[in-house]
């Protein structure tokens, strides 16, 4: 798949960055997954206990800076990443890391407490079946938290074009944030809580950013902003759309799977 080997060319090169001192140590995961305990402080008040599952971890994931529950990571090139030193020695205890893809999880029907798949669901050509397997490891009383950069419509329109001429193969899939809303409804997932990035915020700094890539984007209108949700099956229970009480985003944590 195009979009597992251009993840591999980025990390290889983030890899051999932090080796040369050049890159930061990834700690923006430590802010990820503030974000997402808050987003689960916003609509239960439950012990952090379970098992959470990853998908399309990363070498690293949120997951590595979480301290509570039995921690999975799973991702289709976990056999590359374990490889590299410079990104294992990253891993805080406490995880297990499989080799793996979203569309077949190794996992039994309703054993997972807490799914996380944060900026994974559109590097994938399959985001359906990934959702289908998603619903069928998650308990009744489980949570389903996703982020994914979402554009405007005008944004997903220019987006799908390079899509289709293969200029983001790392991007196959586009999602509004209207989009994705939809998408969770169809395969049965209520949203419980949700925090979206500002497009204009997001799109003066692309504008300020010293970065040719960055300005030209933003001059496009193809400025991808982040959009987060925490969901539960329909099944379980009814919608009930908050905001958590935000986390300051440190200016570290910009996407790296951008185009």
Not at 64 to 72: A, I, K, T, Y
Not at 89 to 112: C, H, M, N, V, W
Not at 141 to 151: I, K, P
Not at 167 to 188: E, V, W
């Amino acid at each position: 798949m195009k979009a597992q080997e251009h993840e591999q060319v980025f990390w290889q090169r983030s890899a051999a960055g932090i080796e040369q001192g050049t890159r930061g140590q990834l700690d923006w995961y430590d802010w990820k997954a503030r974000r997402l305990e808050a987003h689960l402080d916003s609509v239960a008040d439950r012990p952090r206990t379970g098992c959470i599952l990853e998908i399309g971890s990363g070498p690293i994931g949120t997951i590595n800076s979480l301290d509570w529950g039995q921690r999975f990571a799973i991702d289709p090139l976990e056999n590359f990443y374990n490889q590299k030193p410079s990104l294992i020695k990253l891993r805080k205890p406490g995880t297990i890391y499989l080799q793996g893809a979203g569309e077949r999880l190794p996992f039994p029907d309703a054993s997972i407490s807490l799914v996380i798949i944060d900026n994974v669901i559109d590097h994938t050509h399959a985001p359906a079946a990934i959702l289908q397997e998603i619903s069928r490891v998650l308990d009744d009383s489980g949570y389903l938290y996703l982020t994914v950069n979402v554009h405007t419509r005008w944004g997903a329109l220019v987006h799908e074009l390079l899509a289709t001429l293969h200029i983001d193969k790392r991007h196959p899939y586009t999602f509004t944030s209207p989009r994705l809303r939809q998408f969770l409804a169809r395969h049965r997932f209520a949203v419980l809580s949700e925090e979206i990035e500002d497009y204009q915020q997001v799109k003066r700094a692309s504008l300020l950013s010293p970065s040719i890539k960055d300005k030209l984007k933003a001059c496009i209108g193809l400025s991808e902003f982040d959009h987060a949700v925490l969901c539960a099956k329909t099944t379980a229970r009814r919608a009930a759309t908050k905001t958590p009480r935000g986390v300051q985003k440190p200016v570290s944590s910009s996407d790296t799977h951008a185009l």
